[in-house]
Structures are given as C-alpha cells and as structure tokens.
C-alpha cells in the first residue's frame, strides 16, 4: 500500500484537522465580536433555546440547497478528473475509484444531510412542544450535518488527488493481486486466474501508457510490480495443491496461451508456470517495444527477470529454465532491432543469472546459458554487430574466472566454450574485426598463469599461436599501457574491456613470449609504435 507520506487517508484527516480548526477559531472571533461569547459560556442551552426558530428553519432549507450544489459540483469535478486518468492510463481506474468505501462515505453523507435538511424544514412545526427532551435538537443536528459536509469537501479532493496518483494505482493493484494470492492458499484456485490475468494487464496498459507518455518512472514502476507478483505468487501459492494450476475458463482464452500447442500447455500445467509464463511474456512484448526508443525499459524488464530467475536457482528449476528461454528471446530482439546498447545490458544480466546457477551449484544452467553466449554473440557478429561478440567473449571469460573459486569442476567446460566463441566466424575478410575476442583471451590466459594454472593458459595459446602478429602486439600494447579500470564514458556496467589488474598485467610478457613469432626484435617494433 502506499506509504504514509501518499496515504489518501493521512492527506484526508491533516485537511479536515485544519479546516475544523479554522472554523472553530472564526466561529469564536465571530461570536467574540458579537457579544455573545459570555452568554455561551455561562449556559450553551439557553443560548441555543432562544435562537429564532423560523430563522432557523429558513437556514436549514437554504443549506439543503446549498449541500445539493456542492454535491453536484463535486461529482462532476470528480468524474473529469477520473475520466482523464483512466484515459491517460487505464480504465481499470475507475473502478477501483467507484469501489473505494471512502466515496461511499462521503457521497452519502452529502445526500443524507441534504435529506434531514429538507425533512427538517418541512415536517417539524414552527414551536417546541411541551417537555421535549432537548428543544431545538433537529436544528443543531441540521447545522453539524451541514458543516461536516462543508468540512469534509477539501479532505476529499485531497483523498481523490492522492487516489489518483499513477503510482498508487500501481501499488493498489499490485496489492489487489497479492491478497488474491494469499485467498487462494484457502479458497478454490480457479477463481484467481481472472482477477490475476486483470491485475497483470493492467499492470501493463499502465507501463505502456506511461511509457508512451514519456512518464518512465511510472512504467518502470509498473515493469517492477509485475516482478513482485510473481515473486509473491512464488511464495505463497506454488505448491500448495495442484488444482491452482488448472488452466481454464478465462485462462484457456487469454491471448498468451491461446494459441499454444496442447503438448507446451500441458507442461506448462504441469510444472505450475501459468502466472509467470504470463507476466515474461508480457514482458517480453514491453521489451520489444521499447527497443531503441525506451531502452530503460528494456534494461529493467532483463534485470527483474534475471532476479526471478534467481530466485529460482534453489529448487525452481523450470521457472529458471522460463527465464532462460525469455533471456534469449530479448536478446533475438534485440539483435533484430539493431539495438546494441540493450544486446550489451541485457548480456550482463544473463551473465549475472549464469553466476547465480554456479554459485547454487547448478553447473549444467551455467554451460547451457554459455552456450547461448556463444550462439548470440555470432549471430549479432552476423548481423554486423561485432561488437557483440566481444561482450560476449568479456561475459565468458567472466564467468570462466568466477567458476574458479565458485565451481572448479565447470571450469574446462566453460573455457571450451570461451574458445570456440569466434570459430565460425573467423574467415578471411572478417577476421580483422575478431581483436576484442583476442584481447578477452590475452586477458584470462594472464589470470590463469598469476594463478599457476599453465596448462589453462596453455590451451588458450594454442587457440591463438596462428594468429598474424601485428594483431596480437597490438592487443599487448593496448593491455600494457590501459591503466583506467572504468571506461571513459557513462556506461550501464561502467567497465573498462582493455583494462588488467597490475597483477595480470605483469604477466602479459610472460604468455607473449610463448609465440615465436614475436621475437625479441618484433617486441621492439611493437614497443616503438
């Protein structure tokens, strides 16, 4: 729920406080001025028995008209703004406004007053009877009535502003999902798909709409509920009876499964994916949206689903096999839409997922997603995007130096991979644009041998020895003289690919020496350039 700084409720009571004791205060000057303040004091009662009662009545009639004009004023003031935040965002606001109790409250206490108002005035004779037990005592419930409809009026607008707020329609629907989850740990699960489907689009017209509307903090608000629904539901409903996993009703004529084959959605019923299955895929229609043109987007939706798929890592492996399969999605779009900047985040995401899977013990994930590296990497290479084969190779030899201390016994299979990154692509003419490659394998064959590990870094020697020899005194030089640890310009990961740690850098001479063809004479060359 909102916090305590937007809750429509703290707004609500601080104005009507304030208002109350404004009128309080004015009401005291009023009667001080008047001369009556002593004779109110002395005896509240008999001050009230002698008001002129034909007057009263004449007031109480003109404040049902008054009440009445208020009301009406305030549902139509009420209605436009509502009306213009569901057109700009969802319609999904208005009828979460409509359901509110607080606008049950206040609207029926306005018809109320105006009622007893009208009542009042019409019914009641024109003098008190014989032995009423408090003479006067419509007139004085009259006047309260009317003056908390006149109080209440800006708490309310304030209320409606703060219900109104993008981010706490969010969070209100977000919420809305969650206690449905928590109802289905009791309840029938059937009845959750439709309300879970609901809060999911909805979710998603919001980013959308923000989106479209250039209000990136909202969307990227609603990007991240979606994460936290499926994070709840993961919590709370999976596992707890296997009928919450019958796809049917609404769910069977949702557009995201809809046209699934009857084998996939039997799996997917199986293993419980329907809600995650899901919210990736709309995921996924967000990311391929906002490629090129909204790219804040995009990096959030592949960092919330990295954090989904770690949070499977422990024991969810077909939700983290979800998560791989949609990793490599964003990556085909990405590369499709000639988007390097986002193939580029989204890599180190996927690199940060593959770390989770070896830190877990999940040595299998780690090779596979590797292996997806590697398919990626050249298929941007392809697409004349070389620059992701490099990130792809920096990634993998990443994960290689993290298996290290992480996984050793994953080591051999993720340097294989490492090595075969660049093979397919390595023909004559295209093989000048292969140096980042290069420079990735220059910079862990240096870990390996501060390590003591030569027959690693041996093996990376051997991928290399054929190499021309002005390409590989320039990867030297470029490793020897990069002492800059952060690239020089503002990044998403911030680093710097050229950059050793002075520890390895100290062994860039020792695995160059290892190619004959860099001679003691080639070295000079490669130092006077």
Same mark, same amino acid.
């Given at each position: 729920?909102?916090?305590?700084?937007?809750?429509?409720?703290?707004?609500?009571?601080?104005?009507?406080?304030?208002?109350?004791?404004?009128?309080?205060?004015?009401?005291?000057?009023?009667?001080?001025?008047?001369?009556?303040?002593?004779?109110?004091?002395?005896?509240?009662?008999?001050?009230?028995? @002698?008001?002129?009662?034909?007057?009263?009545?004449?007031?109480?009639?003109?404040?049902?008209?008054?009440?009445?004009?208020?009301?009406?004023?305030?549902?139509?003031?009420?209605?436009?703004?509502?009306?213009?935040?569901?057109? @700009?965002?969802?319609?999904?606001?208005?009828?979460?406004?409509?359901?509110?109790?607080?606008?049950?409250?206040?609207?029926?206490?306005?018809?109320?007053?105006?009622?007893? #108002?009208?009542?009042?005035?019409?019914?009641?004779? =024109?003098?008190?009877?014989?032995?009423?037990?408090?003479?006067?005592?419509?007139?004085?419930?009259?006047?309260?009535?009317?003056?908390?409809?006149?109080?209440?009026?800006?708490? &309310?607008?304030?209320?409606?502003?703060?219900?109104?707020?993008?981010?706490?329609?969010?969070?209100?629907?977000?919420?809305?999902?969650?206690? #449905?989850?928590?109802?289905?740990?009791?309840?029938?699960?059937?009845?959750?798909?439709?309300?879970?489907?609901?809060?999911?689009?909805?979710?998603?017209?919001?980013?959308?709409?923000?989106?479209?509307?250039?209000?990136?903090?909202?969307?990227?608000?609603?990007?991240?509920?979606?994460?936290?629904?499926?994070?709840?539901?993961?919590?709370? #409903?999976?596992?707890?009876?296997?009928?919450?996993?019958?796809?049917?009703?609404?769910?069977?004529?949702?557009?995201?499964?809809?046209?699934?084959?009857?084998?996939?959605?039997?799996?997917?019923?199986?293993?419980?994916?329907?809600?995650?299955?899901?919210?990736?895929?709309?995921?996924?229609?967000?990311?391929?949206?906002?490629?090129?043109?909204?790219?804040?987007?995009?990096?959030?939706?592949?960092?919330?689903?990295? =954090?989904?798929?770690?949070?499977?890592?422990?024991?969810? @492996?077909?939700?983290?096999?979800? #998560?791989?399969?949609?990793?490599?999605?964003?990556?085909?779009?990405?590369?499709?839409?000639?988007?390097? =900047?986002?193939?580029?985040?989204?890599?180190?995401?996927?690199?940060?997922?593959?770390?989770?899977?070896?830190?877990?013990?999940?040595?299998?994930?780690?090779?596979?997603?590797?292996?997806?590296? @590697?398919?990626?990497?050249?298929?941007? &290479? +392809?697409?004349?995007?070389?620059?992701?084969?490099?990130?792809?190779?920096?990634?993998?030899?990443?994960?290689?130096?993290?298996?290290?201390? +992480?996984?050793?016994?994953?080591?051999?299979?993720?340097?294989?991979?490492?090595?075969?990154?660049?093979?397919?692509?390595?023909?004559? +003419?295209?093989?000048?644009?292969?140096?980042?490659?290069?420079?990735?394998?220059?910079?862990?064959?240096?870990?390996?041998?501060?390590?003591?590990?030569?027959?690693?870094? =041996?093996?990376?020697?051997?991928?290399?020895?054929?190499?021309?020899?002005?390409?590989?005194?320039?990867?030297?030089?470029?490793?020897?003289?990069?002492?800059?640890?952060?690239?020089?310009?503002?990044?998403?990961?911030?680093?710097?690919?050229?950059?050793?740690?002075?520890?390895?850098?100290?062994?860039?001479?020792?695995?160059?020496?290892?190619?004959?063809?860099?001679?003691?004479?080639?070295?000079?060359?490669?130092?006077?350039?």
């Amino acid at each position: 729920m909102p916090d305590s700084r937007e809750s429509p409720g703290l707004l609500a009571a601080v104005a009507f406080g304030g208002v109350l004791a404004l009128a309080v205060a004015v009401f005291a000057l009023a009667a001080w001025l008047e001369g009556v303040g002593e004779v109110f004091r002395a005896d509240p009662a008999a001050w009230w028995s @002698r008001l002129d009662r034909q007057a009263a009545i004449d007031a109480i009639s003109s404040a049902a008209e008054v009440v009445a004009g208020v009301l009406a004023v305030a549902i139509t003031v009420v209605a436009i703004v509502v009306e213009l935040a569901a057109n @700009r965002y969802t319609p999904k606001i208005t009828n979460l406004f409509v359901r509110h109790p607080t606008n049950a409250i206040v609207m029926g206490f306005f018809v109320l007053t105006t009622i007893q #108002c009208v009542w009042v005035s019409s019914v009641l004779g =024109r003098s008190v009877p014989e032995g009423a037990l408090f003479p006067y005592a419509s007139l004085a419930l009259c006047v309260t009535m009317v003056t908390l409809c006149l109080l209440i009026l800006l708490p &309310y607008f304030a209320f409606v502003f703060s219900f109104l707020s993008p981010r706490n329609i969010v969070r209100r629907i977000q919420h809305q999902a969650i206690r #449905c989850f928590e109802r289905a740990r009791v309840r029938h699960r059937r009845a959750l798909h439709e309300e879970a489907i609901e809060a999911i689009e909805e979710l998603v017209d919001i980013g959308r709409s923000a989106r479209d509307h250039s209000d990136l903090g909202i969307a990227m608000e609603s990007v991240n509920a979606l994460r936290d629904l499926v994070l709840a539901y993961e919590e709370l #409903c999976v596992g707890v009876g296997d009928e919450q996993f019958d796809i049917a009703g609404m769910l069977a004529r949702d557009s995201d499964f809809v046209s699934m084959d009857p084998v996939a959605r039997d799996k997917l019923i199986e293993q419980g994916l329907w809600l995650q299955v899901k919210v990736l895929r709309q995921y996924h229609a967000l990311f391929a949206e906002s490629l090129g043109r909204a790219r804040e987007i995009s990096h959030l939706i592949s960092l919330n689903t990295m =954090r989904i798929g770690a949070s499977a890592v422990t024991g969810r @492996r077909p939700l983290l096999a979800l #998560c791989v399969q949609f990793f490599n999605s964003y990556l085909r779009a990405a590369i499709n839409a000639s988007d390097l =900047r986002t193939s580029y985040y989204v890599l180190h995401q996927y690199r940060s997922l593959a770390e989770e899977t070896l830190k877990a013990g999940l040595d299998d994930a780690a090779i596979e997603i590797s292996g997806h590296f @590697r398919f990626y990497g050249q298929l941007g &290479y +392809e697409q004349g995007q070389p620059f992701l084969l490099e990130v792809a190779a920096y990634d993998l030899a990443h994960l290689v130096e993290f298996a290290l201390t +992480e996984a050793p016994a994953s080591v051999d299979s993720l340097l294989d991979l490492f090595l075969r990154v660049d093979e397919e692509s390595e023909s004559p +003419e295209q093989e000048t644009r292969l140096r980042g490659v290069r420079r990735a394998q220059v910079q862990l064959a240096t870990l390996f041998l501060v390590r003591g590990d030569e027959a690693r870094a =041996r093996r990376i020697f051997d991928d290399m020895r054929h190499e021309r020899p002005e390409r590989l005194i320039s990867v030297r030089d470029e490793l020897l003289s990069e002492t800059r640890s952060q690239y020089w310009e503002f990044t998403d990961r911030g680093v710097n690919f050229s950059y050793l740690p002075p520890e390895q850098r100290e062994r860039v001479h020792d695995f160059f020496a290892w190619f004959d063809a860099l001679s003691p004479p080639a070295r000079r060359v490669g130092s006077a350039r």
